[in-house]
Nanobody, 124 residues
Framework: QVQLVESGGGLVQAGGSLRLSCAAS????????MGWHRQAPGKEREFVAG????????HYADSVKGRFTISRDNAKNTVYLQMNSLKPEDTAVYYC?????????????????WGQGTQVTVSS
């Protein structure tokens, strides 16, 4: 089992920034690729960003490229999502997730473990 706990969400004005953190415990963190996903009211959960086990490669949804940056610190068992130039359409609950298999980063069902989520609200 891997336990994931997100933090760092909140209310921010459009154009502002937030940094989300996700602390992992349980099994060896570096054995898992990590991803951030989000879900807005009335919408399906969607992929936001992913990072490989050793942080040598990252993946982003087109909607956040150039604005969001995913990173990880395996010594601290933590993955981060730096969000800049936030827009009202970024408002959602943000979830971090861990996956063991070498599978697509873009499909939420590929992930094995999920956090409880943190709310991000961007006002216009």
């Amino acid at each position: 089992q891997v336990q994931l706990v997100e933090s760092g969400g909140g209310l921010v004005q459009a154009g502002g920034s937030l940094r989300l953190s996700c602390a992992a415990s349980g099994r060896t963190f570096s054995n898992y690729a990590m991803g951030w996903h989000r879900q807005a009211p009335g919408k399906e959960r969607e992929f936001v960003a992913g990072i490989t086990r050793s942080a040598d490669n990252t993946h982003y949804a087109d909607s956040v490229k150039g604005r969001f940056t995913i990173s990880r610190d395996n010594a601290k068992n933590t993955v981060y999502l730096q969000m800049n130039s936030l827009k009202p359409e970024d408002t959602a609950v943000y979830y971090c997730a861990a996956k063991y298999a070498y599978s697509s980063y873009y499909v939420p069902s590929a992930y094995d473990y999920w956090g409880q989520g943190t709310q991000v609200t961007v006002s216009s």
